[in-house]
């Protein structure tokens, strides 16, 4: 059996290849992720049980500009979770 390609299939073939390449170049992630310390220990069981927004809004408690110190450029810190993956014990 032959197969013959439309120049659509051909396009799309070519899409997909230009797409995986693209991805295939992304930079490794840099993010911190939260450690499985006594610090944040609490943390893990709430995202299990509630989510990852009930337990967001407790870094503040120690991560705000007196306490400990977010690098330069860091963005709002509404949703830590969404970008600090935790750590897998």
Not at 9 to 34: G, H, K, M, N, Y
Not at 80 to 86: A, D
């Amino acid at each position: 059996m032959a197969f013959s390609f439309k120049k659509r299939d051909l396009i799309l073939i070519a899409v997909a290849i230009l797409i995986l390449a693209f991805l295939w170049q992304a930079p490794p992630e840099s993010t911190s992720r939260v450690p499985f310390d006594d610090t944040h220990r609490r943390f893990f069981d709430l995202v299990k049980s509630d989510g990852k927004k009930a337990a967001e809004k407790f870094c503040e408690e120690c991560h705000y500009p007196g306490g400990v110190p977010f690098p330069p450029g860091h963005p709002p810190k509404s949703r830590c979770l969404f970008c600090h993956k935790l750590t897998t014990p």
